[in-house]
Each structure stands twice: as C-alpha cells, then as structure tokens.
C-alpha cells in the first residue's frame, strides 16, 4: 500500500517512509491510497475473531504486503495486550473502555502499533532508530512505554520541568533502558521548538536516524480503528442501528472511526462531542472552519483549536460538506455540563466517567433525543483515576487508583536536566 499527502494525492509514498516521515515534507497528513471494503465472511465471524484477529485483519487491509505478514501479526499481538470491553451504563448506551493499557488512556494503541512498525524498520538497518518525541505529558508516557525495550529504538523524551502531573512524568522517567528524558527549564513550546530544530539540524541527521512520535502518524491512526470493530462485535443487539460518539481534540479518534465505516462496519452515525474547544461542530453548523487559540477546560486532552486531523476527514469526503454532514453530527459542552454529567452517572448508575468520556456520553444522550431504535457507543478515552482531581472534585467521592499506575508512584525518577538552548540539547545527541 502507498500513502499520498493530504497535500497532493500525486505525492506517494512507501508505509516505511510515511511512518519515518510523520508528515509528509508537503506538510500534508498520509492517508493510504485506498481503503479496502472488508470482505462479507469476515462481518460474517466477527463475533468469533478476538481483538487481536479484529486487528490483524483491519491492518494486513490498510498496509498490504509492506511487510511480512508474519511481522504485522507480531507488531498487532504486541500492540493489542489489554482489553477494550464494552459496558453497558444504561439501556442501550455503552461506555468503550480504552483506558486499559499500560498508561490509562487510548493512546496506548497507537503508540504500541507505531513503535512495532519502527522496530521493524530497525531491524531492517544497520543504524539504531532515535526517536525525539515532545510532550506535555500523556504522549510522552504513551511513547515511553510503547517503545520500551523495543530492539534498534532509543527514545528521547523533551519535557518542560515542573509543569507535567507527577504520574505523568513517573510514567517516562523511570523506564530507563531505551527511555531516556530530558527535563527542559521553560514550557512545553521549547520542547517542540528543540526537537524541530533537530530535525533541522545536518550534523545530527547524519550521526543519528531521526524520527519523531507525532500524532499525526498514519501508525497512530491505523490501530484506532481496530476497536470499532471490536466494539461492534461484542454487540449482543443486532436490531437497532449502531452510533458511536467520540470525544474530539484533534479528530484522530473520529476520523479512525469514519475509516472504519468506509471499510464496511454499518456505523449509522458519529457524534463528534467537544468541550469549547468547538472548531469542528462549528464547521458542521457553518460551513466556515475557523481554528482559533484554544481554551483550557477540564476535559484539557482535547483543547485544541486547529485539530490536526480535520484535513484528512475532508479528505475522506474529497471535500464535499454534504457527505460530512451525513455522517457526523457535532455537539460542544461547557466544564459544568461535564462535570454534572460525571456526577449524575456516578451517583445513579456507580460508574466513574473521566472528563473526556463524559462528553462522549453527552452527546449521545443530545444525539437520542431526535433519534430512536439506535444503540449508542461513547469512547472513554482515558481512565478516571489519570484526572483524579477533577473527578474527585465532580463526584465528591475518591477515584481508587488501579494497581499499574500506583506501582509508577513508587519507582524513583531519572532525568537529565537541560536548559532550553538547542546547543545543550544539540552537545546531548552529539555525544549519544
Ligand atoms: C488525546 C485524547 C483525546 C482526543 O483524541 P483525538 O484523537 O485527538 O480527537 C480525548 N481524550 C483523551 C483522554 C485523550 O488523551
């Protein structure tokens, strides 16, 4: 399979290039060249596949013969090592927990597929692969532990002291091994400037092979289609028709879903539910996309105010609105409405909703008033023990920490830290 750029459908690349590149130099996102539609036999058994086989399939799909099959088998079973199960919070709407992974949110799955394909490619080479990765923390716990002992990786991880909770900052420095972080003095925009300028930079490019964990990976998005289909198969109601609402920062969530949808998983609808973050429920009511600086909220992994993948949605759709529009209905919810729809879930049904996932609820509960016959699925993105404060705050009761994330808290932290100037930063990979 080749990948074009959102940029230019001309421009083609390998899977090996476009993981390596992230974004294309066009500074277009990879979408691969076709999306196959699934073959009837296997909707047929579904039900019968595990998660892991769901994924297997989706993959070999929308990568081909780019690698061995045998390999992709290898890197799905590695990226797919915990449960995404479905639960039922009220009649006929479903909580998808995606928080079951080493670091508690979803992102696990893609930063999982995305260091098996990279470990691959290593083993292809002589030259070890260096990943610098920018984080405000959850990227950098997801990357962290998705490449740790991965042969032929080392990853680097930039990130700005003091202003990471302290679970996210134990989830990247006490790995070691391959892992290893640099605690910058200044903000998490110094971060990224660093790593940019590396990338820049001849000297490293030619001492290291360079390669970024960004988010707009195609290898991030491929995996999080596989729970979609997942989903549908631990479905036990086969009548009403199947929406799923995705709570929304940048969209990859959503537009790994409409992915699905086009490869032939009859999905009636996705609800695209925000915080006031709105650019894109905004686009679906005005036609006029209008990024602006985002606001900080409560639900704060999704305060984005130019969503990265919003071009390959309307890629998806070659640009036409009305096709969108058919597909995905917007909703945008205030800090309150959240944190009243995590304390009413929690006091009449005893389920822990996080920030994230209590904005998916809500809009599928908006989506049921004009809607009727249908089952609804929200993504919860993150586990609620990972924004405990604020869910402490909301359900006025303690959010129990699982075992794994208490088990991070008692290891002892290792970083290296390092001014914000690029030559530190620069002596630092010099001397690697
Ligand atoms: C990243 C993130 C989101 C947003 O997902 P997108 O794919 O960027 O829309 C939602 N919830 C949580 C907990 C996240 O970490």
Known sequence: MNYYSTNNRNVKVSLREAVIQGLAPDNGLYMPESIPILPAFFFQSLQRLSFQEIGFEVAKSLIGNDIPESELKRIVDHTIQFDAPLVEIENDIFSLELFHGPTLAFKDFGARFLSGLLGYFASQQDKEI???????????????????????????????????????????????????????????????????????????????????????????????????????????????????????????????????????LPIQQFIAATNQNDIVPAYLRTKLFSPRPSVQTISNAMDVGNPSNFARMLDLYQHDFDGLLKDITGFHYSDEETNDAMRSIFKSKNYTLDPHGAIGYLGLKDYFRTHSNTVGIFLETAHPAKFDKVVQRAIESEVKMPARLQEFMGLTKKSIRMRSDFEYLREFLVGL
């Open 130 to 264: 260096t990943i610098l990765v920018a984080t405000s923390g959850d990227t950098g716990s997801a990357v962290a532990n998705g490449f740790f002992n991965v042969p032929g990786t080392k990853v680097i991880v930039l990130y700005p002291s003091g202003k990471v909770s302290d679970i996210q900052e134990k989830q990247f420095t006490t790995l070691g091994g391959n892992i290893t972080a640099l605690e910058i003095d200044g903000t998490f925009d110094d971060c990224q400037r660093l790593v940019k300028q590396a990338f820049t930079d001849d000297d490293l490019k030619q001492k290291h092979f360079l390669t970024s964990a960004n988010s707009i990976n195609i290898a991030r998005l491929i995996p999080q289609s596989f729970y979609y289909f997942n989903a549908f198969s631990q479905l036990k109601e086969r009548q009403k028709s199947v929406v799923f609402s995705v709570p929304s920062g940048n969209f990859g969530n959503v537009t790994a879903g409409l992915i699905a949808k086009r490869m032939g």
